[in-house]
């Protein structure tokens, strides 16, 4: 069992549509939890950190449910530029950076 | 402030050459990660260093890759006779300390023929 798991969709949406990526860890012992985004051949950018009591910047939500080990983000109307790959990243030991195999959203016009 | 700095950005290597490549973390951050990124897969983590110091190797393949962070220049990842599997992406991060966020360079993809 991979230990972060993501769909890896692709997830085809209109723009203006609200999207939802979803994300297990099996580590219960994992400390902080983020969201990277991954353009085509281009280095992963962090997109925000995701916290239990769940935080909004703009146009996207982040969840963090530690009893289920389960992490969400929502992103409400969607835009062209938001097309990417979306990486569900752990942090279990302070210096490693766990990675997802990301999803991958396509907004169509 | 200047972000992560890799180069080079490509690197072209035929079977059983060395690759070295380099990594500036941003200024103020004394932390260093190397992550691969093989084709269609996911990043994985490989070495975090600090200046002089190895601290975690886990992630490291066993025989041809080293690593190191000298007291004055840029982080170098290298790998010794290089095969056709090492051919990826390979991803520099810094951060000022632990439990903070890590901040990625360009990458340097290595393509060996």
């Known amino acids: 069992r991979k230990e972060v798991e993501q769909d890896p969709g692709p997830f085809n949406v209109p723009e203006g549509a609200t999207v939802a990526f979803n994300c297990t860890y099996s580590n219960s012992a994992s400390q902080s939890f983020f969201w990277y985004r991954q353009d085509c051949r281009k280095e992963p950018k962090l997109l925000m950190s995701?916290?239990?009591s769940g935080n909004e910047d703009g146009r996207f939500t982040a969840q963090l449910n530690r009893a289920s080990q389960y992490i969400s983000l929502l992103i409400r109307d969607s835009k062209l530029s938001d097309s990417a790959t979306y990486l569900c990243v752990v942090n279990n030991a302070g210096n490693m950076l766990t990675f997802g195999g990301g999803t991958r959203l396509m907004v169509k016009p | 402030n200047a972000g992560v700095m890799q180069n080079p950005r490509h690197l072209v290597r035929r079977r059983g050459q060395e690759a070295r490549l380099r990594c500036s973390p941003m200024k103020g951050h004394s932390h260093v990660y190397w992550y691969r990124q093989l084709p269609e897969e996911g990043l994985k983590f490989m070495v975090y260093?600090?200046?002089?110091?190895?601290?975690?190797e886990s992630g490291m393949p066993k025989e041809r890759f080293s690593a190191e962070f000298p007291k004055e220049g840029p982080s170098i990842l290298r790998i010794q006779q290089v095969v056709r599997g090492d051919s990826a992406a390979y991803f520099c991060?810094?951060?000022?300390?632990?439990?903070?966020?890590?901040?990625f360079g360009p990458g340097t993809r290595l393509l060996v023929l």
């Open positions: 991060a810094s951060s000022p300390g632990l439990w903070e966020t890590q901040y």
């Open positions: 995701v916290y239990s």
């Open positions: 260093l600090q200046k002089e110091n190895i601290i975690d």
